[in-house]
C-alpha cells in the first residue's frame, strides 16, 4: 500500500518549466531543437505496445511536452489523458492535435493533484524524459501509481548518472554537437536505475524491465539496447 498522496507544490522548478516552454513553437519540428526527441518517439511507443494492448485502453502521458507520445498513442487507438506544467508546451498540443484531427485530453495539471481526483482510472501511465526534471521523483511515482488500475503497466524513460551520460547527454548534446538547449540537463539529478527501481518497489509496483535507449545522432535514431549507461526505459507493474 502506498502512502498518502504529497502535495505538488513544490514539485516542479519554474526555470525548467521557463525552458521547454520557450522551445514551443518548434517542438514539433523534425529538425528543431526537440529532433532527438523525435527520434526517440517511435522507439518509446514501440516499447509500450509491445507491452499493453493500446486500442481502447485508457491512458495517461506525464510530462507530455507538446504531445509527440500522447499523440502517437492515440494514433495507436488509445484514450489519451496528458499533462505538463507548461502551460506555452499544453497549448502546442492543443493546437497540432485540433490541425491533425487527433483527440487527447491535454491538461495544465500537477500528476500528484490528478491522482487524488482520478485514481486507478488507466491501464498504463507513461512518463518520458520528465523524472530528471523535478525535485522529487519519487512522488511522481506514488502519484502515476495510484493514477493506475490494478494490473496496470507504468512506463518510465530517464538518463542514468553515470560518467557516459554526462559525456554524452551534457558535453556531448548540448556543448559540442549543440543537439540540446545548453542547461538542459543538470547532472546531479540523473538518476541509477538502482534508485528508481528502490522508488518503484516503495510505491508498490513490481519492475518488469530496464533496456538501454542509445541515441545515434550521425543517422537521427534510435534503438533499444542492452546498454543502461545513458538512457534508458523501464516498466513497471501494479498488482492486481
Known amino acids: 500500500m502506498t502512502s498518502q498522496p504529497r502535495s505538488p507544490e513544490a514539485n516542479f522548478r519554474q526555470a525548467e518549466l521557463d525552458r521547454f516552454g520557450a522551445l514551443a513553437s518548434r517542438w514539433w519540428d523534425p529538425d528543431g531543437p526537440q529532433r532527438p526527441l523525435h527520434a526517440l518517439n517511435p522507439v518509446r511507443l514501440r516499447y509500450v505496445a509491445d507491452r499493453v494492448a493500446l486500442r481502447g485502453a485508457d491512458v495517461l502521458d506525464v510530462g507530455c511536452g507538446a504531445g509527440l507520445l500522447s499523440e502517437a498513442l492515440a494514433l495507436e487507438g488509445a484514450n489519451v489523458t496528458a499533462l505538463d506544467l507548461a502551460p506555452e508546451l499544453v497549448r502546442v498540443a492543443r ?31 507513461t512518463c518520458m524524459e520528465m523524472l530528471e526534471h523535478v525535485p522529487d521523483p519519487s512522488a511522481v511515482i506514488e ?22 551520460a554526462f559525456a554524452l547527454a551534457i558535453v556531448g548534446a548540448e556543448y559540442i554537437a ?7 540537463h543538470q547532472y546531479s539529478d540523473f538518476i541509477r536505475p538502482s534508485e528508481l527501481a528502490a522508488w518503484l518497489r516503495d510505491a ?14 550521425w543517422r ?21
Not at 95 to 124: C, N, S
Not at 178 to 184: A, C, D, Q, S
Open 95 to 125: 493546437l497540432h492535435a485540433k490541425e491533425t484531427g487527433i483527440d487527447v485530453d491535454y491538461r495544465v495539471q500537477p500528476v500528484e493533484e490528478l491522482a487524488v481526483e482520478m485514481p486507478g482510472r488507466f491501464d498504463a501511465v
Open 143 to 164: 502519484a502515476c501509481t495510484r493514477l493506475l488500475k490494478p494490473g496496470g503497466t507504468l512506463f518510465l524513460s530517464t538518463l542514468n548518472r553515470t560518467p557516459a
Open 178 to 184: 549543440r543537439l540540446l538547449p545548453k542547461g538542459t
Open 204 to 217: 508498490g509496483l513490481v519492475l518488469q524491465d530496464v533496456s538501454g535507449l542509445a541515441y545515434e545522432p
Open 220 to 240: 537521427n535514431a534510435a534503438r533499444l539496447t542492452s546498454r543502461t549507461d545513458v538512457n534508458y526505459v523501464a516498466c513497471a507493474t501494479k498488482p492486481a
